[in-house]
């Protein structure tokens, strides 16, 4: 099994997360799945900044998910997020994915700009790929696409969802969290 591309490291002590940010299970121990996203500027210097990051078990991850409207589930499943997304990871983890995976969004084929805000998503075991599934980057044409096109009430989940991870220690972080728009279902 391969082991996880260093990008998903945290930004905190540069090893890979080792505790669920919602339940605080481990993730270390190679008992549970998890899924981590990290949100990335990409700045005039051509240096790539952290905007956000998570780590999110695979238990906590499908409660998200069963906790949005029908319609914005519909909306994912027949947009680019559904069967789209799943074919494209599996072609790229037969093709190279170790230095194709980064290069451009899974959905679009576009290498995010200057400016840019972009995504990568990783689903892991421990400190390895979970079922040899390649991680793939999101840019920011499908991240408002999907922004724009949730149900209301599924974006005040998000924004809820953003507020209890991070607590209310944080300013900074939360209102960043409350633009953000998740990716990882
Ligand atoms: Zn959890």
């Known amino acids: 099994?391969?082991?996880?591309?260093?990008?998903?490291?945290?930004?905190?002590?540069h090893k890979p997360f080792t505790h669920c940010k919602v339940c605080d299970c481990r993730l270390d121990d190679a008992q549970m799945p998890y899924v981590v996203e990290k949100a990335y500027k990409r700045t005039?210097?051509?240096?790539d900044l952290t905007l956000f990051e998570m780590a999110i078990c695979i238990m906590c991850a499908q409660e998200q998910v069963a906790k949005m409207?029908?319609?914005?589930?519909?909306?994912l499943q027949r947009s680019l997020m559904g069967e789209e997304?799943?074919?494209?990871?599996?072609?790229?983890?037969?093709?190279?994915?170790?230095?194709?995976?980064?290069?451009e969004c899974l959905l679009t084929n576009?290498?995010?700009?200057?400016?840019d805000e972009y995504h990568i998503v990783g689903q892991f075991l421990g400190d390895e790929l979970l079922e040899d599934q390649s991680p793939y980057l999101i840019g920011a044409n499908i991240i408002e696409?999907?922004?724009?096109n949730l149900s209301v009430e599924t974006k005040e989940e998000w924004d809820n969802f953003g507020r209890q991870f991070y607590g209310p220690e944080d300013p900074q972080l939360k209102a960043?969290?409350?633009?953000?728009?998740?990716?990882?279902?």
């Open 145 to 148: 696409h999907i922004q724009e």
């Open 176 to 185: 960043l969290l409350e633009d953000h728009q998740f990716v990882f279902v």
């Open 69 to 75: 409207s029908t319609e914005s589930r519909a909306f």
């Open 1 to 13: 099994m391969a082991k996880i591309p260093k990008d998903f490291y945290s930004d905190v002590d």
């Open 85 to 103: 997304l799943m074919k494209r990871r599996a072609a790229l983890t037969e093709n190279d994915w170790e230095n194709n995976w980064k290069t």
């Open 110 to 115: 576009k290498t995010p700009k200057i400016n």
């Open 44 to 47: 005039e210097q051509g240096e």
